[in-house]
């Protein structure tokens, strides 16, 4: 039985090899010549069936490998992790963490070592020594094959933008439509494949296979032509995949505002008009805030920048929030763990050491290399301290009353009580003696009370922190590398 995720392998097959592996082989040919005879379309049909039933079937069989071999790497890295925080707190000079033999740790070894071993086995990584089994019923599994090919095989296909693809086409200069039109006489699969490749990488590939299959009956300035008109064509062709006329009205209907309507109609295909299909309501919320700020209602550019700014900024945010947590191996309990609300003010996370400490974290993950300002850990610290520590008492009193034997963790109790009890001593701190000597007394009440404040970069560049943020004990921990983000708009 196929799994949720579909990853279309048989689509790669080329038609022309198809067709060649079933005239060599004797069964296929007969497969063929049964399903002509009893068929008013005769081999055309048969033809056609047969490289549906041989796409489909890749299909679901590349399915089942990539998607064991996903669950495979799945579980080697829940190994590897349990492996990294089982020495990570050796190497910081503690013991066995409560609960962990030694056979353990060489257990898991075994296991990371036979999940990589059968992750290099395709056939055995699939069934093991089991038949291969497409479906639980194989009558039904045929009359979904045959229902999909006489359907014309809707399910997960879409309709070729012919007509944007023309337009194209006929935009062009007229010496490039000949390149084309030349490439088109000689070699016209390895051509569609070019127009057609769906990423730079495919397309630079595409593109040097037609080249080599053309082998030299072009000039070098008609290769050159057709490089440009190929490009030209495949981001026509994407664009109308991205956005059909139909589709367009239709999320334009949704808009009330007419401003932001017109904007939309002639906007970004990538990002604004996909907002508007996808996420109507964060697009209008996003435009208020846009014209709050001073944005024009007829300033479409303007709009599409500061869009991509906002997703740059926040999907960081996301990221980094929920890879610093993952990666901080150090921290045994989270008591605030990692969400998507990366906008709203207070510490990011609060955890609970291996030692007891009190971990204050707010992530950083932006692109500049130093931070001068944590707001979270220092103007705001007393009122987060607080505020969390408050939401935490509260979590606990709800699992009371929903489980009337619910126990709280005492090392939470006392991580709370130590909250509470810094923030209230910063405070009298910050209403009592001198500006000068404020930080290192900070720093020191918090020492006392086994709190530790940390700056996280996990989805950004940051490496290092402001001395007067050092001298109120704060200290950079990267929890990752630097994640380049893609320019919003491109293929």
Excluded: C
């Amino acid at each position: 039985m196929t799994g949720p995720r579909r990853f279309r392998a048989g689509r790669f097959l080329d038609a022309a090899a198809v067709h060649a592996a079933a005239d060599a082989n004797p069964r296929l040919r007969q497969f063929m010549r049964t399903v002509a005879a009893h068929s008013e379309a005769g081999e055309v049909r048969s033809r056609r069936l047969l490289e549906h039933l041989i796409r489909r079937i890749v299909d679901d069989v590349g399915d089942l490998h990539l998607g064991n071999a996903l669950n495979r790497l799945e579980r080697i890295a829940v190994l590897r992790d349990n492996i990294a925080a089982i020495l990570d707190h050796v190497l910081e000079g503690g013991t066995l963490p409560e609960g962990v033999r030694v056979a353990t740790l060489g257990e898991y070894f075994d296991q990371l070592t036979t999940e990589m071993r059968e992750l290099s086995r395709p056939r055995d990584g699939i069934v093991g020594d089991a038949p291969l089994r497409l479906a639980d019923d194989s009558a039904a599994y045929a009359d979904s094959l045959l229902r999909e090919f006489d359907g014309g095989g809707a399910a997960g296909r879409h309709a070729e933008p012919a007509a944007i693809v023309g337009d194209a086409f006929r935009a062009m200069p007229a010496d490039r439509q000949a390149a084309l039109r030349r490439a088109a006489e000689l070699e016209p699969a390895a051509l569609w494949r070019a127009v057609a490749a769906e990423s730079e990488g495919g397309k630079r590939a595409a593109v040097a296979d037609l080249e080599t299959r053309l082998g030299g009956r072009l000039t070098p300035d008609e290769v050159a032509r057709l490089r440009t008109a190929v490009d030209d064509l495949g981001r026509a062709r994407s664009r109308g995949l991205q956005m059909s006329d139909a589709r367009l009205a239709e999320a334009l209907a949704r808009i009330g505002d007419p401003e932001l309507r017109a904007v939309v109609a002639g906007g970004d295909v990538w990002l604004t008009q996909q907002l508007a299909v996808h996420n109507p309501e964060a697009l209008a919320t996003l435009w208020r805030r846009f014209r709050d700020r001073g944005g024009r209602a007829d300033d479409g550019p303007g709009f599409r920048a500061y869009l991509r700014h906002d997703m740059v900024t926040y999907g960081r945010g996301v990221l980094g929030e929920y890879s610093a947590a993952f990666s901080l191996s150090s921290i045994e309990l989270f008591l605030k763990g990692p969400d998507a609300n990366v906008k709203v003010a207070g510490t990011d996370l609060v955890g609970i050491g291996h030692d007891g400490w009190v971990w204050l974290i707010d992530d950083k993950s932006h692109r500049s290399s130093s931070v001068g300002g944590v707001s979270a850990l220092t103007d705001n610290l007393v009122t987060n301290l607080r505020r969390d520590a408050a939401d935490f008492r509260d979590a606990l009193a709800r699992l009371g009353r929903d489980d009337p034997g619910f126990t709280a963790d005492p090392r939470i109790l006392d991580a709370i009580s130590r909250m509470e009890d810094a923030a209230a001593e910063i405070d009298r701190i910050n209403r009592r003696g001198s500006a000068s000597t404020r930080p290192a007394r900070i720093s020191a009440a918090l020492e006392a009370r086994r709190l530790r404040l940390r700056v996280t970069s996990a989805a950004g560049e940051v490496r290092e922190i402001t001395q007067a943020l050092r001298d109120l004990g704060l200290a950079v921990q990267p929890t990752g590398t630097p994640v380049p983000l893609p320019p919003v708009g491109g293929r």
